[in-house]
Every structure is written in C-alpha cells, then in structure tokens.
C-alpha cells in the first residue's frame, strides 16, 4: 500500500514508545566516545522481497517503495514529529476555502542525470497519473483535481471543486522525470528497471532475486548523504537472513520477534549491533475473497473471526510484541474507534453462526457440508515471513474445530504478488497493510478500487462505506471526520471483509557502527542521510 497518508498518531503514546526505544540505546552509546560525522561506508539491509517495479506510480509492494523512497522525491512530507514540511516544494499558500493549494519549489534541484527539476516535471507526475491507460492504483487522490498547472518553471498550482482532507499529503507521492517520460508508454519504460529520481540516492545495480544497489547523490539539495552506498539484499528466508546478520554481512534487518527477544540476546550481539522497539505502522490481517462463494455471507466471515484466538496468536506468534487489530487504524489514534463491535474467540458461537448460514452437515472426515460442497479453502501467504506462516498454521487448527478445512500455501514473493494477489486468483490470505498517517482509506475500501492490481483486491463493495469513505476525504473538519471513520469502522466490523489480527512492534537491529540515529514518533529513517560511520569504523568501500 501506498504508505503516505491513513493515520494522524497520537504523539503522546508514540513519543512514549519511541523514547523507550532511544533509552535502551543510550545506554550503549554513552560508552562510546564521541566521534565526528565522517562520509563513507555502505549499509547492506535484509530483506525477503524483491522490488517489482522502480517507478511508484506502478507498484503496489513495500520492497519497491522502500527503494524508491530513497530514489524519488514529493512536493512535501512528513518530519520525525508527522507535520507535513517541505520536500521539492519548499512552501505553500492555501486559499482560505481550501481548494487552492500554490506550491513555490525549489531552484537548482537536479535530476540524477544532470538535468533541472521544474514545475513541467509536476505537471506532467500529475497528469501521466490521471491517465485512464496508466495502471496504477494511486490515482484517487489526483482524479479529485479541478485543474492542475504550472505557472512558471517554479510555480505549481491545483485547484479543487470541493473540499479534500488529504489534498495537501498527497502531493508526498513520488514526482517523475517529464524529460525521460513524456511521450511515452511508461508501462514500457526503462526506469522501471533502472529509475532516476531527484532523491538522496542514485540507482547502480538491480540483480533479479539477489541486491538492488543505490550510491550516494553528491548534488542532493538537502546535502550529500554521509553513507556512500545503500545495498538491499534478497533473502527469501528470514533465518538464512539471520545467519548473514549474525557474521555481520548485513548492517541491519526487521527482526522476528524470537530473534529480538532470544536469539541476539548474547554477547556478539549486544557489543555490535543496537535494537530498536516501538508500535508498527501496520496491521496483520486474514482477507477474503469475497468473489468466492464461500465468503460471500457475511456470517461465515463473523464465524471464523469468533474461531480465531487472537491472543494465542499475539502470544504464541509474536511473543507479546504487539496489539490486536479491530480495524484499519493503529490502536491510541485519533481516527480509531475503541467502541467497535468486538470478536473474542468462542468457538460456540461460531458454530451458531456457520448453521444460520447452512452449514449443518459435516462429512466423515469432520468437515461441514453446504449442498454436498465441504467447506475447504485455500489460505495463501508470501515465502520468506516466518510470523505470517505460523498464523496460518495457528488458524488452520483452530478453523479445523469448527468443521472448516484451511490448505496452507506459500508462495514466493513476486510470484505472490503479481500472479495470485493482482490478478484475483486466491481465496483467503493472510498479508499485511501499512498504516500511513492519515485516515483516509478510500484506496483500499472504496468499490470503485477493485480494478486489476488496485488496491481493493478483495473486491469489497459497501454502499454506505463508499459514502462514509467520500465524506471523510471531503471535510477538514478533524471532528467531523471522526464521526465517518468511527461509522466506518462499525460497518467494518459487522462485515468482517478482514478477520483483522494484530498491529505489530517494529524490531530493528542496526550495526552499532551506525551513528546519528534518532529515534522518534514517525520512526527511525526520517533523518537517514544524516546517519554515519565514523572514519576508523567503517567497513565497506563503494566501486564505481
């Protein structure tokens, strides 16, 4: 999901988690001596997903955002604390009905091959978005624009004909090369291999299935990142990934929540690398594919929500590292709903629910029957993410006491992605969504979202949810919007089109050669370019 916008947090509750996380680190840190900012080095980060698609407008997948955020840049974004500042916009004006939004950008920034950034560049981002033939799943937000155009190479201005809450952070997405694009079929395009962007990083080296390689910008406009090179490395296999963290070929990895609470809690660990703990901004769901008829009444999907202990799950998966998911918000938020119907586990009435809708029957083997079909299905996740495939396993044995049969298959990620989720062709999985910083859910809810490779790949449609979704985009009014989204959340929960799990603690281990790191409510990475090595501790050389 693009993770730009959904969730305004609580300061109070995150400021707490993230100065407990900057304690534990502390610590460490204070027996160190102090030692200057040095340029060099390369941080080489784990993960179990390839990128798809380098260009944003295109891809739906975590891997090729987190990529791309370090290639690309938006007219604005969010700092450590979650107020929106500049980013190639460097100001605004905002007319006082809210509908036009004036942004004065940058001079002198330069594209990765040389060439200035204008106002062109924007005007085209919006409008190769807009376009019927682009498959992308982000164009909700720009279809909402009345009139977009650059008044001069450093002025861009967008004009609404109605109220829009999320108007301004939208312009966060990633803006494209008009001089490399234009003209062009950008399905086709060579950057979706080989990307050029105006961010802090520039692209080298994509190699299928094993490293995706980034070398500094030297004429990045916020300054030359101190760390020379950025290096993802592909392992499929979260306990292979663990080995290379552990002879310390990887500088930093997400962590299992058996490898965060036991497994580095040793010498080798604590002398080389520093943890780091604090509530994610995701959720863990089980999905339906509410075109299969077994999920289409929605008492069979309230049925396995009652079948599933969540608890066991949070206890026995994650080890206690997180909280039970109601919904799409992050427990502690403004836009979350603490008064939503709730599903504690209660196998009984489950089975009430299962017979109300005609499954009475069961076979020899225990399985219930509905017109001689046995209720058995299908439950995919990705390879590579050892908590999601311990879900399943917990959930196929508890669906398994109430007479369902649940078939556990992994796949691997592209495939995954691209042949079962985008094309529609699962019927339940069990994935993971981030939790971005405003409310506005439309992207993932709204009916009109079910198209091929968009984001409401469970093909959900709610009448009264669409309106909720519009209404809460379509007011600035913090209190009004609450009202939408809290009803929002009731419907959600009465529909059960997710059997919502868990948010998630994030786990992080960094090399603790790694230093400027600063813990905060939006996260670690905010501040990445000022991150470094000192000079007698760095490792790694980048070639050209």
């Known amino acids: 999901m693009n993770a730009i916008r959904l969730l305004i947090i609580l300061f109070l509750s995150l400021l707490f988690l993230a100065a407990c996380g900057k304690e534990q680190v502390d610590d460490k840190l204070r027996q160190m001596p102090d030692k200057p900012p040095a340029y060099g080095d390369i941080i080489v980060r784990g993960d179990i997903g390839d990128a798809s698609n380098l260009i944003p407008l295109l891809a739906s997948d975590k891997p090729s955002h987190d990529i791309a955020g370090l290639v690309y840049n938006g007219l604005v974004k969010y700092d450590k604390n979650m107020n929106i500042i500049g980013d190639l916009a460097e100001s605004w004006n905002i007319s006082a009905d809210g509908l036009v939004i004036t942004f004065?950008?940058?001079?002198?920034?330069?594209?990765?091959?040389?060439?200035?950034?204008?106002?062109?560049?924007?005007?085209?981002?919006?409008?190769?978005?807009?376009?019927?033939?682009?498959?992308?799943?982000?164009?909700?937000?720009?279809?909402?624009?009345?009139?977009?155009?650059?008044?001069?190479?450093?002025?861009?201005?967008?004009?609404?004909?109605?109220?829009?809450?999320?108007?301004?952070?939208?312009?966060?997405?990633?803006?494209?090369?008009?001089?490399?694009?234009?003209?062009?079929?950008?399905?086709?395009?060579?950057?979706?291999?080989?990307?050029?962007?105006?961010?802090?990083?520039?692209?080298?080296?994509?190699?299928?299935?094993?490293?995706?390689?980034?070398?500094?910008?030297?004429?990045?406009?916020?300054?030359?990142?101190?760390i020379d090179g950025y290096i993802t490395r592909i392992i499929p296999d979260t306990a292979t990934m663990f080995l290379e963290l552990r002879a310390q070929n990887l500088s930093t990895m997400d962590l299992t929540p058996l490898q965060y609470t036991r497994q580095t809690e040793n010498n080798l660990f604590r002398k080389n690398f520093n943890k780091y703990r604090y509530l994610g901004f995701k959720y863990t769901y089980l999905g339906y594919n509410l075109k299969n008829p077994l999920f289409t009444d929605k008492r069979v999907r309230q049925a396995i929500s009652y079948a599933i202990n969540k608890e066991e799950i949070i206890s026995g998966v994650i080890l206690g590292l997180g909280k039970p998911a109601t919904g799409p918000y992050k427990p502690e938020t403004w836009a979350y709903n603490e008064k939503i119907k709730p599903y504690p586990y209660n196998p009984q009435k489950a089975r009430e629910l299962l017979r109300a809708a005609g499954w009475t029957k069961t076979n020899k083997d225990g399985i219930l029957e509905k017109d001689g079909h046995p209720f058995v299905f299908e439950l995919i996740t990705n390879q590579g993410n050892e908590t999601r495939q311990k879900c399943a396993e917990i959930i196929q044995r508890q669906l398994a006491e109430i007479g369902i049969k649940v078939k556990i298959r992994i796949l691997e990620w592209a495939a995954f992605v691209n042949d079962f989720i985008n094309k529609r062709r699962f019927e339940a999985v069990i994935l993971g969504w981030t939790i971005p910083l405003d409310p506005d859910a439309y992207d993932v809810w709204h009916s009109s979202k079910t198209a091929p490779e968009e984001l409401n790949f469970i093909s959900y449609k709610n009448a009264e949810v669409d309106a909720l979704l519009e209404k809460g985009r379509s007011t600035f009014n913090q209190k009004e919007r609450k009202k939408y989204y809290d009803r929002f959340q009731e419907v959600l929960a009465e529909d059960q089109p997710y059997t919502f799990l868990y948010v998630p603690d994030e786990l992080i281990i960094i090399s603790n050669r790694f230093r400027g790191i600063e813990p905060a409510p939006i996260g670690l990475s905010h501040n990445f370019i000022k991150w470094y090595v000192p000079q007698d501790e760095q490792k790694y050389t980048m070639t050209k």
């Open 104 to 226: 004065h950008l940058r001079k002198n920034v330069l594209w990765h091959d040389g060439r200035s950034f204008t106002a062109a560049d924007v005007l085209y981002t919006y409008r190769v978005t807009v376009d019927p033939k682009t498959p992308t799943a982000y164009a909700g937000d720009f279809l909402k624009v009345k009139k977009a155009e650059a008044l001069d190479k450093y002025t861009f201005r967008v004009t609404y004909d109605k109220p829009f809450a999320p108007a301004l952070i939208s312009w966060g997405s990633a803006i494209l090369p008009r001089h490399l694009l234009a003209g062009t079929d950008i399905t086709k395009s060579r950057l979706s291999r080989n990307p050029i962007g105006t961010g802090p990083y520039k692209f080298k080296e994509w190699v299928a299935g094993q490293k995706i390689v980034l070398v500094f910008n030297p004429y990045y406009f916020e300054g030359r990142p101190y």
